[in-house]
Each structure stands twice: as C-alpha cells, then as structure tokens.
C-alpha cells in the first residue's frame, strides 16, 4: 500500500526550458546592465564542468557585491522560462483524496530553497504537498539518501510505502530506490537517457500514469 509520493521539481512538476536570451536578460536584470564580459565569465564558470558550489560564492567570484539581490533580479527574469504542469494540481489532489501523502524533494540550484518555496505557492502547489524539502536547507542533494530519508521521517512513512517521481535516471530514479521506494521516471516532459544502473519500477508518459501506479502498487499488494 502506498502512503506517500514525491516529486522532482524541475521538469516534473514545473517545466523549464533553456534560453540564451533570458540567461542575457537575467544578467542585465541583476547587473542593471548589459556586461557581455560578465556573461562569458558566467558561462564558463557555471556552464561548465566545475563542480557545483554555492550559487551566491559563485557570484561574489564574479564579482557581484550582493548576490541576493542579483539572484531575485535573475530568478523574476527567467520566470518565462517556467511552466507548472498542467495537470499537477488535479494529480496531487487526486492523491490526496485517496489519502495518500504528497511532498517535494529538490536539489535547490541555482535558485535558493526560499525563491523555490515562494514558486510553489505563486504556482498554487504549496498548500497540496504536506512537505517541501529542498538540499539547501538539510545540506544533502539528491541521489545522497539522507534528502530522501528525511522527507519520508517527516511524513511518518517507511521507504516501501513511497513512491518517487522525477525525470532524473541518478538523482531521482536510482536516489530513491536505493533507499527501498517504488520509482517513477517522469516522461511528460523531457526523456533522461542517460546511464544508471537500475531502471524505474515505473514509467509516466502522463500525470495519470501516477496514478494508475498507486493503483497497481496496491492491488498486487
């Protein structure tokens, strides 16, 4: 019997798509001007293969005296680029309504765990998910185990009464069932063919895939 399911963010519940011109006007925003200099450094230092580090000590490398206030500037500019899944509300009401518990896990970068918080209301999905976990605020990112473990302690559900549902193969797919929950790899919006070394238990070409795997979860149970 499944107790509970949680969501990736980006390119599950929320659509993003890539834009040069919005990584432009984001720059422009937060800067207060065009610095075609500014974006190059930028590129190279976030877009490239460094290991991710802090987003604001990133910034203040480049030179940005108040990170804050640059990364609100960006995160407004780049709201275009964002798109709630369509059906997300009806799913996890859905839910829900068969008593099954709802929550989010998300690595929290670029945009700090606070601007993706005030994302899920403005999106109206915050008061349908009984728990929002970002890595920022538990110093863990997916597919480490303990970001996992802590959304489902904070729920009161063990790991075989969960399902996870991401795009990710690693971080999302494999994260999870190496803590023991029923997966879900999230084809509505963009394919992960990467390598892994597991498959989901499940595959969601639409929202009502989901539930049609609660469904099975708890019939073969």
């Known amino acids: 019997m499944i107790q509970a399911v949680l969501f990736d963010w980006s390119n599950t519940l929320v659509q993003f798509t890539w834009d040069d011109e919005l990584l432009v006007a984001g720059h422009r925003a937060g800067l207060g001007r065009d610095d075609p200099e500014f974006t190059a450094r930028y590129r190279e230092k976030l877009l490239g293969k460094e290991p991710r580090r802090p987003y604001a ?20 500019a780049w709201r275009p680029a964002h798109a709630v899944l369509g059906s997300a509300q009806a799913l996890l009401d859905s839910l829900r309504g068969r008593g099954v518990k709802t929550g989010l896990v998300a690595n929290s970068w670029p945009e700090p765990a606070r601007l993706l918080r005030a994302d899920a209301v403005a ?8 728990v929002m976990v970002f890595s920022e605020e538990v110093g863990v990112v997916k597919p480490q185990p303990e970001i996992f473990l802590h959304a489902l302690e904070r729920l009161s559900v063990e790991p075989p009464a969960a399902m996870f549902v991401g795009d990710r ?14 997966t879900i790899q999230a084809l509505w919006f963009a394919a992960d063919d990467g390598v892994a070394p597991i498959e989901p238990d499940f595959l969601a070409f639409t929202p009502m895939d989901v539930l ?8 073969s149970g």
Do not use: K, S, Y
Request: proline share 4%.
């Open 57 to 76: 000590e990133l910034l203040r490398e480049l030179g940005v005296d108040d990170p804050d206030a640059f990364i609100d500037a960006e995160h407004d």
């Open 123 to 130: 999106f109206g999905l915050a008061p349908l998910l009984d």
């Open 169 to 182: 193969l690693v971080d999302d797919v494999q994260g999870a069932a190496n803590v023991g929950m029923t």
């Open 212 to 219: 049609n795997a609660v469904r099975r979860v708890a019939l």
